[in-house]
């Protein structure tokens, strides 16, 4: 499902073949953050893995189904007042119905929050 107005896409570029940059803002009054603590709002982690795979869908073009998560690294906390942009970078290997992902997110200073790999089915 997706998280409607959870971000925005600022600017999405194709590096190379199966590489893809974006450039998101955050929503820092979103609901996701009411409970992810009042006072100091933090991105939650299940969030991060959701918007990953937004993006890939979008890109895609198809609907995505995780099969299996491995290196996912928590590095850094995302405060939405204090870092709204966030750099997504997906690195996608596409094999029939299978679909493999490397990621990365940081913040804009390259600072690392999130990597994480993981592989997904192709809902036809």
């Given at each position: 499902m997706p998280l409607l107005d959870f971000y925005t896409v600022l600017e999405k570029a194709i590096t190379?073949?199966?590489h893809v940059k974006y450039v998101i803002q955050l929503?820092?009054?979103h609901l996701i953050f009411e409970g992810h603590f009042p006072q100091h709002p933090i991105l939650p982690g299940v969030a991060m893995l959701q918007l990953l795979k937004e993006l890939?869908?979008?890109q895609l073009n198809n609907e995505?189904?995780?099969q299996r998560a491995t290196n996912v690294k928590f590095l850094s906390l995302v405060n939405p007042k204090i870092h709204s942009i966030l750099v997504c970078n997906l690195h996608i290997d596409r094999h029939?119905?299978?679909v493999k992902l490397k990621?990365?997110?940081t913040f804009e200073d390259e600072t690392v929050v999130l990597k994480y790999n993981g592989t997904y089915t192709i809902n036809s």
């Open positions: 190379e073949a199966g929503d820092p009054d890939a869908e979008q995505l189904h995780l029939q119905n299978m990621n990365s997110i």
